[in-house]
């Protein structure tokens, strides 16, 4: 069955770097866009960042210019370089697997999370 489990949360001051990681299995990793979503207490979901099977990215402005998302199709594993960290980048960080290779916004799996904490 689809499997995705992110993993490198954790408790970090503000100006501090995390790299967050999103093991993926049960499907073919290679073909779909993969995404970063996260969400706060009291908010709603944000995606913070996308990738498609071509290795295009986008980013929420909140984050352009120092998160970075990549994969690495080898090892089945989506990544997220969060640098500059602000207190408000504190929130459960998601990965979501889309049915297709483009990213149209079509989130089919989910994994169950990793907390970031910021701290000023």
């Known amino acids: 069955q689809v499997q995705l489990v992110e993993s490198g949360g954790g408790s970090v001051q503000a100006g501090g770097s995390l790299r967050l990681s999103c093991a993926a299995s049960?499907?073919?990793?290679?073909?779909?866009?993969m995404n970063w979503f996260r969400q706060a207490p009291g908010n709603g979901r944000e995606r913070v960042a996308s990738i498609d099977r071509y290795g295009n990215t986008g980013y929420g402005d909140p984050v352009k210019g120092r998160f970075t998302v990549s994969r690495d199709s080898n090892k089945n594993t989506l990544y997220l370089q969060m640098n500059t960290l602000r207190p408000e980048d504190t929130a459960m960080y998601y990965c979501a697997a889309e049915l297709t290779g483009s990213c149209y916004g079509q989130y089919a799996h989910w994994g169950q999370g990793t907390q970031v904490t910021v701290s000023s």
């Open positions: 049960g499907f073919t990793f290679s073909t779909v866009c």
